[in-house]
């Protein structure tokens, strides 16, 4: 993804604007994979302080989840605002001074797109706020068939417990 800024290169204070698509490859982060089951969408603007470019705008797409109680996929929608400088250093340098390098009239946007939706993209949740889950005993998923397990006294922990100190006492 790339923004070409050679107008506002040539006068400082000028704001360019853009709405850039593009579709991402799968992504990842700790050993997590982030994939995007859209393309990203960025709508950007910037302008040339002399100095280097400020961008600034909203990024958005949707990636691929498991949900935390069924482990159903499901595809949630995230969107981000931005601001990140841009300047005409080295990388190491840049990553020093915690913003991207760039050179030539073009800016070149895919490691900041990389690095918003490694820090942004949902990571945990739910397939509906009220999914039913796992069954505990047989597994099945309850928001698609009712199963015939019955819980002790509906998923009190100590009720099995309570029940054994009763059989101890028979004793
Ligand atoms: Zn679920
Ligand atoms: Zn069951």
């Known amino acids: 993804m790339e923004l070409n800024v050679a107008t506002e290169l040539k006068l400082a204070g000028t704001i360019g604007h853009s709405e850039l698509t593009e579709r991402f490859t799968d992504l990842e982060l700790n050993g997590r994979q982030i994939v995007l089951t859209e393309p990203v969408r960025v709508d950007v603007s910037w302008s040339f302080d002399g100095d280097g ?14 949900c935390t109680k069924c482990n159903d996929e499901f595809i949630e929608a995230f969107s981000v605002d931005f601001t990140e400088r841009f300047l005409r250093v080295g990388e190491a340098e840049a990553e020093e001074l915690e913003c991207y390098p760039y050179s030539g009239d073009v800016l070149v946007l895919d490691k900041m797109v990389e690095d918003l939706v490694l820090l942004n993209a949902p990571m945990y949740g739910l397939c509906r706020p009220d999914c039913r889950g ?15 397990c019955t819980l002790p006294d509906e998923g009190n922990p100590f009720a099995a417990l309570k029940e054994l100190k009763e059989l101890l006492k028979d004793d």
């Open 53 to 66: 470019f400020t961008l600034s705008g909203t990024l958005s797409s949707a990636v691929l989840m498991n």
């Open 134 to 148: 796992l069954c505990p005993i047989c597994g099945t998923n309850l928001n698609n068939t009712q199963c015939s």
